[in-house]
């Protein structure tokens, strides 16, 4: 993202509970430099996928979407030299 960077491999995990869907992504580098931007990064992508295929079911007469909605996107462990 902000760099070339080696990947090793990258994977998101969905977990679903009651009203809501918890991405979240793992990825390794062969690289010196953090991967705190391509996690969040898959995150993003991951629920902004979810939230396009589940819109049709929420939206209003207004067009809008009441409920449905991403938030705490964060980085939750770093850990160098695994």
Known sequence: MCHPIPLGGITIDFEEGDGYIEATARVKSYGRTGVEMEAL???????????????????????????????????????KGV
């Open 41 to 79: 990064t898959g995150v993003s992508v991951a629920l902004l996928t979810v939230w396009d295929m589940v819109k049709s079911a929420e939206k209003d007469e207004n067009g809008q979407y009441p409920v449905t909605r991403i938030d705490a996107v964060h980085v939750v462990e770093k850990r």
